[in-house]
């Protein structure tokens, strides 16, 4: 099985990067799961029903979602109905809408993807990643074992630590979140695809999609100033790409996929 | 100017990759100047006199540290003669011991070599190192405009936000801390090369290093275990190459360096 | 039912503290239970089985613990069967040895005693403390309805949150662990004694219980300077009486006590 | 000289408590310096120019301020005019607006009144407020002995810490920013007096000045609900009064004042 992965896509730079490059990449890897995550695609802060259904017929077949799930209130009104859309699975049982997981189907198979979201340096407090995986895949198990986790947390001891105590149990856990892309991808020893962050999507001549002057402003002034989304400029494309054996649900390869001006996506390749 | 960076040398197996790698890897590159961190050269923390003496005979001209520089003891017996040591340069100024900055000469040039601690989700409180930067640049520039900085901080924002704020002073700032290799390797507009974090050098079946299992007892039992350095097995290497115009300081290229079983050293290339 | 509770027992100088005054705090509020926080008890760091077993001869009848539990590895050996030591209930379910909460006898009564770590600014990341409240009180609430939590935490905030959250279901919630005493203690409107500190037991011209030039020098220097505990010269107790109806599980009132060199205790009073 | 110090004025309601006490408390200790903590005036968030004036005709001489100082942005606009408001001194020297510490003139006599703010567990990182304030003591001292800081500060320990660091340069270190008034003043070894939290003014009935349900949600929910401070209901004062031996600039005394329902003010003592 074929999976696309596109990391966070910030403001409407990363929505125009996703709209002209998803083609092509799907030309190119024939994914037959593609998934995105759109935490920042509303202005940086969260997501609405509007772009979530462009992001669905733009070819999405997954929305994950991370910590800025939550900021634009305009997801209290649809995440409930929202059948493809995931945000971490570790918040609150009791108190938090919407789905942690999701199925998949591709013909016969069903690919299950799981969001997480890393206690380590994050600002909400969540439920132990690692127990609610534990928990999820006791369930999810009994109906596949094609599994895709989205792990969108901070620190890379975090990211890898899940990653090797799942290794064998999930096909793949792909870390978001920091925005820069890491150069790590591999296949753990029991066959579980890993890449600490797949880097995010949206303004290149920026920092994590930021205007630079508004990201170094607050470092030299610590006052609370508005970070402001990069909307123009030249852009940057951050996911990966795993391939999966459809028999017993490792991994068989994973790789970058990364589309910016000094890495120009490639028509003939 | 040609400079070759390796990232964290973690413990023992990191030292041997570091022993092994460096002939290839100064054939290939043929570095004027090698820069080595070595905050986790002694079993995980800190260095020793007799590590950063064995550094420097393997053909390292600079050892740089981070926030690990103070655990093994050892340090406080040489640092102050340590010529070729920097510790970060944004600790406290009344009361730390040994240097933030040194010359490296080559031929008739010198390139200055900054250790610089970022604050972000740190332990440690230090100096503003925006502000670090621009007091040590006043006084660096009277003598070069070849300048690399090894940034060790843990958040994407900092890192990126430094680099940004100085390009065009510097001829590189290349990050370190993560232990994971980022996959953003590139000159910036005003021709400061840079690079979000170069990687570890260390055990490859490992969590930063670590031992897998001692890492994810930590993340399940949130109970204070030892943290072990994995010492066998399978290594990796993490660095990059930079190359400098002299005549002005700026970067014509950077490359990540990575060495694993999954990426081997081509001894042909 | 009269509750005496002592705050964090800080090394050699808090047990001395204790062995002199707790005979003079039972003669003057006979208390039916004694609580003591014993995280700190052994040189600042955790506790052993011969100090806890000092505390129960010299009078307590539970211990409480905090964040410094496993400190000394001696705990492991001992606290399987230690009937009257309670740590942190939220600590993870599968892999925590020992217990969360504990009852103890008072004629035909129980009083149920229970420890909670807080998750905010805390290095540990537990189970919600909110939650794990329920879950225990779902249990509890079959035997008794007089429940007393040490609630160990950082911040004011997820303090006075969960006493309040509480209120009116379990008789009092007593915060440690900031090692200073609060000036709030209050019977809250449905009837939950409450302080959102009880302070430290230990040294009185420390810092939290530590070496004031030790404690400094880390601040100034932000190197990792080992703390010693002070274990000389005047010293400070801290804790609080509970008064609580029977019938009802709710709190009469509850009064902080405070002995140090500036407020003597008054042994005529 | 004495002096009366009131702690984070939260919202409507801790004006109006700030109101009806000043006079009261005046009547009572007779200041001859009243500083008032005002970052939480508006609203919880920060001070406008309107309030700022307020407080100075109720008869507050200098208000302070601390982490919350920029979270309205009517500050901007008057802050640099502002001669009786200081915020955190150890700000970034270079970017920073408004002034970190002012003199009152009483008769002959001038009083230093400094504002700085803590690191330890803080969201903002600023200067190192230890040597911050060395900078301005050096600074200060050809002036007047007679010095206030107001330290606006999470952790108990750097709290401790900086009065410990400073006992004897200045007359009184009282904390701010818990909200919480700690029951531990006292007047150090060489004379300086300390309190390591002054504690809020605003509603009794409240998690920090804020409405219990509203805060309490956000431990349950980890949602990003907004906090709503509570402007009815009963009331809360809490401050401290400290008398300074005028000669020397050392501390005769320093006492806790708290106005609650269960402690009101006595209007004939
Ligand atoms: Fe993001
Ligand atoms: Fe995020
Ligand atoms: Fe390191
Ligand atoms: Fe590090
Ligand atoms: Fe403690
Ligand atoms: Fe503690
Ligand atoms: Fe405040
Ligand atoms: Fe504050």
New interface residues.
């Given amino acids: 099985m074929r999976i696309l992965f596109v990391g966070d896509v910030m403001g409407s730079r990363g929505r125009d990067m996703l709209a002209t490059y998803l083609p092509q990449l799907k030309g190119r890897y024939r994914p037959q799961v593609t998934i995105v995550n759109g935490e920042n695609a509303a202005g940086g802060r969260g997501i609405t029903g509007k772009i979530y259904k462009e992001f669905l017929q733009a070819g999405a077949d997954v929305i994950t979602m991370g910590n800025h799930v ?2 634009n209130r305009d997801i209290y009104d649809f995440i409930d109905t929202a059948k493809k859309l995931v945000r971490p699975a570790n ?2 049982v ?3 809408p919407g789905h942690g997981y999701v199925y998949v189907q591709v013909n016969q198979l069903k690919l299950a993807v799981i969001n997480l979201q890393g ?3 994050m600002a ?5 990643p ?2 609610k995986a534990d928990e999820l895949l006791a369930e999810i198990h009994r109906q596949t074992d094609l599994v895709f986790i989205d792990f969108h947390a ?5 990211k ?3 990653a ?2 799942l290794d064998g149990q999930v096909s793949a856990v792909v870390g978001t979140h ?7 991808a ?1 296949v753990l ?1 029991q066959g579980t695809a890993y890449l ?2 797949a ?1 995010m999507t949206g303004a290149y ?1 920026a ?2 999609g930021v205007k ?1 002057e508004k ?2 402003e ?7 100033t508005r970070y402001e989304v990069k909307e123009d400029g030249r852009g940057v494309l951050g996911g990966c790409f795993v391939d999966l054996d459809e028999t017993t649900g490792r991994a068989r390869k994973i790789e ?1 996929v ?1 589309i910016n001006a ?1 890495n120009p996506f490639d028509f003939d390749a």
Same sequence: chains 1, 2, 3, 4.
């Fill in positions: 939550w900021d918040f609150p009791k108190t938090t206690n380590a340096l909400q407090s969540l439920d132990n690692f127990y901070e620190t890379t001891a975090e890898e630590a899940l090797w105590y920091t925005h820069v892309q890491t150069n790590d591999r020893p600490t962050d880097g001549d920092i994590l630079p990201s170094i607050r470092f030299l002034t610590q006052l609370p970058p990364k000094d």
